[in-house]
């Protein structure tokens, strides 16, 4: 089962929103439409009625990664699967219009939803999906970025779990934020010392020895 796949359905749903900024980028059916992605089937049921309802699911999938990024497991759970009993899907064998090299249908599980509309749709395969994640890889796995003030989703897929930003370009300003604080640290320390940073960086490490 292609479960980064499934699993990728709310981290994108959850990331239209940046609170800390106060950007919001689902502001139109289009926008709804955009987060099927290459389901385009899915994407037409969308309506306009469906931007507030996305909105509504984006933030209890929000509340399920911030309680896992505060280390509260249990409600992590607990709000996820308030959403599996509100949204629920069916497990299916599918072939789609895959085949290999000898014509045979490459038969692989899908997450089959039976939506009354496009949001139950997206929400039943965003929370099996997330659902999946969690009990494969572990609660730890799903965070908030620590570039502030991102604070976006991610899937935490690294084999040493070490993930702690939702991009590379986040962990560069993070990195480069931290860097130019510690310069600004030894230059106070210089200067309340009357030493060069250099000097300071010396009597440091000769302090250490």
Known sequence: MELAYYSDYAVRLVNTEEPSRGQDSLTSVEAVRELFGANQSAARRAAESDVTRFRSVRGRLRAVFEA????????????????????????????????????????????????????????????????????????????????????????????????????????TRANVAAYRARKR??????????????????ATANGER
């Open 68 to 171: 896992a990024d505060a280390g509260d497991e249990t409600l992590a759970v607990d709000l996820l699967n308030s959403l599996l009993l509100e949204f629920p899907v069916s497990p299916q064998i599918s072939g789609h219009d895959h085949r290999d090299d000898d014509g045979r249908p490459l038969w692989h599980m899908h997450l089959a939803d039976h939506p009354s509309n496009a949001t139950a749709g997206f929400a039943a395969i965003a929370a099996m999906g997330l659902a999946f994640h969690l009990t494969e890889y572990g609660v730890d796995r799903l965070g908030l970025c620590e570039a502030s003030p991102c604070r976006n989703a991610y899937l935490d897929t690294s084999t040493n779990r070490s993930r702690r930003y939702c991009s590379d370009r986040c962990a």
């Open 185 to 202: 640290l030894e230059a106070d320390r210089s200067a309340g010392t009357g030493l060069t940073a250099d000097s300071a960086q010396r």
